[in-house]
């Protein structure tokens, strides 16, 4: 099996409030052969990473409740080997820079974008 076969089988958790875009960020995934999984909320999305064996989280950052930032964090500290890819318009400062090291797309974004990133935060696991 080749690396790029790999990151095609890859499972993606797409994480985000608004359900057209999450929607569509899953169907441009969907298309380049990963397996996206959603979630409309981080409660969502922590219950789906506890009974699914997810290889990246792709998550919006600002949402209603708890953020996408809570999120990266509950991943970087539970779920050894899960990749993180952040989405938002923009980032907070004190974010950035706790989470420089993990891959950031701003909205909008094209669907050449969002699989580009996707498939860099699967390299740097």
Same mark, same amino acid.
Request: aromatic share 2%; with cysteine.
């Given at each position: 099996?080749? /690396?790029?076969?790999? *990151?095609?089988?890859?499972?993606? @958790?797409?994480?985000?409030?608004?359900?057209? @875009?999450?929607?569509? *960020?899953?169907?441009?995934?969907?298309?380049?052969?990963?397996?996206?999984?959603?979630?409309?909320?981080?409660?969502?999305?922590?219950?789906? @990473?506890?009974?699914?064996?997810? /290889?990246?989280?792709?998550? /919006?950052?600002?949402?209603?409740?708890?953020?996408?930032?809570?999120?990266?964090?509950?991943?970087?500290?539970?779920?050894?080997?899960?990749? $993180?890819?952040?989405?938002?318009?923009? @980032?907070?400062?004190?974010?950035?820079?706790?989470?420089?090291? $993990?891959?950031?797309?701003?909205?909008?974004? *094209?669907?050449?974008?969002?699989?580009?990133?996707?498939?860099?935060?699967?390299?740097?696991?």
């Amino acid at each position: 099996m080749t /690396d790029s076969d790999a *990151t095609a089988r890859a499972v993606v @958790l797409v994480v985000d409030d608004e359900p057209m @875009l999450r929607s569509a *960020t899953a169907l441009a995934l969907e298309s380049e052969g990963f397996a996206p999984v959603v979630a409309g909320s981080v409660a969502e999305a922590i219950d789906v @990473l506890a009974h699914t064996a997810i /290889d990246l989280v792709l998550t /919006d950052v600002a949402m209603p409740g708890a953020d996408g930032i809570a999120l990266a964090r509950h991943v970087r500290c539970r779920c050894s080997g899960v990749a $993180v890819v952040l989405m938002s318009g923009q @980032l907070q400062p004190d974010a950035a820079r706790e989470l420089a090291d $993990v891959p950031f797309v701003r909205k909008p974004f *094209t669907a050449g974008e969002i699989v580009a990133a996707v498939a860099a935060g699967l390299a740097r696991r």
